[in-house]
């Protein structure tokens, strides 16, 4: 790997780690409004085409002090993160915060912020969850076309369609770039820490795209391609929603002696599964997307009587060469953990190996973890099925 393409990466990995200050600077250099984005669906692409900047709030690695006595000790890592930020004032670099999901937990969050910043915007805009009834398109539409009418209260600045377009096309690129690192890691070309493949998706999730773009694009011009671990065991991680699995838990199943080869997490795969079609008018477009996005990565999150993420989940597995799987549940997280037992129940069905590990903002039960691992492994090269 050239000099250029380990700057790129740790360029990329400085605003992954350090968001804020990233944030900070594009403010100072652009004097232009920062939205905060609560995850997962909102399209960051209208407030883009308006000239802010979208950025989705990650979760802080910090002790959640303060937070803790705002939502109950049963709201996900990331939520209460999200609250610590709020009480703690430390998201006061974003002028407005935008919703589009419907989890009750990240209710709970934006309400925090809410009552913490009541000055702050906060657009409370659910775009429906039931994505199969005849009525679902057009209040998906409408729902977008409300976006855009917030948007553009938000900026002060209209939104035209070749705004959209244009925003449309900068996003579909990123995605594409991102997609051609990530179908490399599976079809064994290129290998990239787990830490790094974190590290592009959430900073393109923080970063203005064109400037993240030109750094992905010399990552991949002067990455050597180098042959996946012979021997490694071939692992599929899985689920973990809306915010980043700890690098170092990632780093821990690979030490076990597997290599990561594919994924579906939000900080993965997910996130850029789904591209905005280019000739349609953009406001359709952007429902199409929400619409497409359920069926190209199912989320639990989402009702549609003829997707199933168990059978996508399945299909993956068989594309990549996986030889197990690894979920991972935020703890307290409703809509994985409803959805889990039919996973469970058709990953059993077909014999692969997998474990569930529960993960916590507090810290992570290195040997515990460690140890239910290297048991997965040992059974997969005994070639015996497991039930987590
Ligand atoms: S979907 Fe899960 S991880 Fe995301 S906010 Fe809701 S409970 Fe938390």
Redesign the pocket.
Known sequence: MTKQSRDAIAELAGVAENPDEYIAQWKRDKNRKVVGLM?MNFPAEIAHAAGALPVVIQQKRTPITIGNNRLTEFH?G??RSVADQAAKKELGLYDGFMLADH?I??LGASDIIRDESPEVPMYFGQLISSMGDPWSREQILKKMMSFVREIENFTGRMIHESDLQNSIQLFNENRRLLRQIFDARRAGDVTFKPSELQAFVKSSMVMDKQEHSALLRQVLETAAARPSGAGLIKLHISGH???APKTELLELIEDCGAIIVDDDLFHGTRYISTDIGESKAPIEALADWYLDRNVAAPCP?RVQHDVDWDRYLLNLVAESGAEGLVVLM?K?????MLYYPELRKALNARGIPHVLIETEHEGIPVETIRTRIEAMLERIRRKEPSAA
Do not use: I, S, V
């Open positions: 995850p996900c990331y939520t989890c937990q990240l929603f809306c915010h999150t935020a307290f997280c409703e809509p994985h």
